[in-house]
């Protein structure tokens, strides 16, 4: 029996709710929109916008590409706010950093719930990792070192890009260098029972279905994992089951402490050139 199966629903809300443990959310959300949009500012000669890679009205991505001729590594940020808020506009924060880095960085974006299901929303975001690997050499990208990372919601989405069928789309092996999930949601069974599933509409058995500590990868890239020290015991418990499921799977596992920061600034460490958050990318780019 997991803990959540005896949390009451004031507990269990709670230990799903990231906000419950800062004092105000919208500073960080304000912090998101506010250097972002100020961030495409600056880089807009590097920044390629909009870029589609499917159907859908959101299937698309922000490119930002480094000086040169290239081909430089490709690092992919999946966008967290629990499959039904936030967008890549929000989430150009780390480009900077990777870009100084020679490292060409996109801000990934996909159908929000209700709009879409989240079984639809993971269908979409791996054809949309597929479409990076395949045209990465369009944006002067090296298909053989793309890497990517997700938070929070994102963090699940990257746990199921891990669990792609490779050989389907023409790949003997997980073609991904290096892959990291942060403050992400592994078992999604306890989120049923909350208010963040008023917007998902999932069933106890859909939540099976979509949860990655259900269908681990038979093989992956490298995962590295971290959850901000101020988040719930629960946001703690997921991300150390998963990797230690990972792990007992047969894929190489790391956990990054993260003191101090809770779910909402972790992300912005990304931006910051000797934080280890950025650091464990770096390591997967130059592996």
């Given amino acids: 029996m997991k803990p959540y199966h005896q949390m009451e629903p004031e507990t269990l809300e709670r ?6 443990c800062v004092d105000d959310i919208m500073v960080y959300i304000n912090q998101y929109i506010d250097i972002s949009a100020q961030i495409r500012d600056e880089l807009k000669d590097n920044l390629t916008a909009d870029v589609k890679y499917g159907p859908e009205a959101r299937s698309h991505m922000d490119v930002f590409i480094p000086e040169g001729d290239g081909p430089f590594p490709v690092h ?3 966008h967290g706010g629990y499959w039904q808020e936030l ?9 900077p950093n990777f870009l100084d880095h020679s490292i060409i960085y996109i ?3 996909y159908t929000l719930a209700p709009e879409a299901s989240l ?13 990076v690997l395949k045209n990465a050499h369009k944006f002067k990208g090296d298909k053989n070192n793309i890497t990517i990372s997700g938070h929070s919601a994102g963090g699940h989405l990257v ?3 891990l669990s792609i069928d490779w050989p389907k789309y023409g790949y003997d092996t997980c073609p991904l260098k290096g ?16 208010t963040v599933n008023d917007a998902l509409g999932m069933t106890v058995e859909d939540a099976i279905l979509l949860s990655p500590l259900h269908h681990l990868p038979k093989e992956a890239c490298p995962i590295v994992f971290t959850v901000g020290e101020n988040e719930t015991s629960e946001f703690h418990r997921q ?8 792990s007992v799977n047969g894929i190489e596992t790391s956990y990054i402490d993260m003191p101090i920061f809770n779910h909402f600034d972790i992300i912005l460490e990304l931006n910051k050139k000797d934080s280890p958050l950025f650091q464990a990318v770096l390591n997967q780019v130059k592996a």
Avoid at 15 to 20: A, I, V
Avoid at 181 to 193: C, K
């Fill in 87 to 95: 967008s890549k506009d929000e989430n150009s924060i780390a480009a």
């Fill in 76 to 78: 992919v940020f999946i």
């Fill in 15 to 20: 230990e799903y709710s990231p906000s419950s």
């Fill in 107 to 109: 801000a990934f974006d």
């Fill in 119 to 131: 079984f639809e929303i993971v269908d979409q975001t791996q054809r949309g990792i597929i479409s």
């Fill in 159 to 161: 746990a199921e890009v």
């Fill in 179 to 194: 892959a990291v999930a942060i403050s992400g949601v592994y078992d999604l069974e306890p989120i049923v029972n909350t």
């Fill in 239 to 246: 991300t150390k089951e998963y990797m230690v499921a990972c």
